[in-house]
Structure formats: structure tokens, C-alpha cells
């Protein structure tokens, strides 16, 4: 079986002599690969472009499994260099999209979650402004 040989040779799959360590960095380079398919998916199915939270946490979770593997096992520096700092835009794109979903406002009529900085529902047409200084008089009137 020839191709048995080439496939699991010396030991070895795909030529590739593994262990923890290579498991880490091959994980690190699918995970971090994925977040491809992932935003292509999310852009095709909405006919717009879209980059969903899951592309940034995609983003952490490979770069994070590369740069351990390159710390303790490579430690190689142009390798280290190259993921020691691709958290910060990733931690805080995630920050500024759950800081704008935070921002959204329920319109207490029927409701549907209104972007920030709305003055009217988009659903309705209820005017938050209102429904909002109504909501806080009544909740300290309640106490």
C-alpha cells in the first residue's frame, strides 16, 4: 500500500511529525481560518456586508492558540510578534458591538428593539422620547 506509506509514513501523517504542541497551532490555524467562512456566510445570507461578534471571538480564540504555539513551542520571535498584540482590535470590536446592542431601546408598545439614539419606534411609530421620560417618572413615583 502505497499511499498508506506516504499518508502515515515513519510515524508521521502527512509528513508531519505531531504532537501537543503541533495539535495547538494546526487547531489555532483552523479556528482562526473558519472565521472566514463564517463572515462570508453571515455577508451572503443578509445581501450585505456583516461581521458578526462570532468573527471576532474566532479571531481571539485562533490568534490566542497561535501565539501559544509559537511562544512555547516555536519560540520563534517573528512568529511571536505576529499574534502578541491582534487582541486589542478584537477585544475592542467586541466591546464597541455589545456597547451598541446595550444602547438599544425597547419601545414599551410593541416592544421591538430600536436602534440608539431613535426618536421614534420603527416599528410603530411611538415616539421613545416620550415613552422613555414617561417610563422614568413613573419608575421614580413608584418609589
Same mark, same amino acid.
Request: glycine share 6%.
Given at each position: 500500500?502505497?499511499? %498508506?506509506n506516504n499518508?502515515?509514513?515513519? &510515524? ?7 504532537? %501537543?504542541?503541533?495539535?495547538? &497551532?494546526?487547531? &489555532?490555524?483552523?479556528?482562526?481560518? +473558519? ?8 455577508t451572503e ?13 474566532? +479571531? ?7 501565539? +501559544? ?27 464597541? !458591538? ?18 440608539? !439614539? ?7 411609530? %411611538? ?7 414617561? !417610563? ?5 413615583? +413608584?418609589?
Amino acid at each position: 500500500m502505497d499511499w %498508506t506509506n506516504n499518508l502515515f509514513g515513519d &510515524g508521521r501523517f502527512l509528513g508531519i511529525e505531531w504532537n %501537543t504542541w503541533k495539535v495547538i &497551532g494546526w487547531l &489555532g490555524n483552523a479556528v482562526f481560518f +473558519s472565521r472566514f467562512f463564517l463572515q462570508w456566510y453571515a455577508t451572503e445570507k443578509r445581501k450585505q456586508v456583516v461581521v458578526p461578534p462570532a468573527f471576532w471571538w474566532l +479571531s481571539l480564540a485562533g490568534s490566542g492558540l497561535l501565539l +501559544s504555539y509559537a511562544l512555547f513551542y516555536r519560540r520563534d520571535s517573528v512568529f511571536i510578534f505576529a499574534y502578541l498584540f491582534t487582541w486589542i482590535p478584537y477585544i475592542r470590536n467586541l466591546v464597541i !458591538h455589545y456597547r451598541h446592542l446595550d444602547a438599544h431601546t425597547q419601545c414599551v408598545k410593541c416592544r421591538v428593539e430600536c436602534p440608539p !439614539h431613535s426618536r421614534y419606534c420603527h416599528a410603530c411609530g %411611538t415616539k421613545l422620547a416620550e415613552e422613555m421620560a414617561g !417610563h422614568e417618572a413613573g419608575a421614580s413615583r +413608584s418609589e
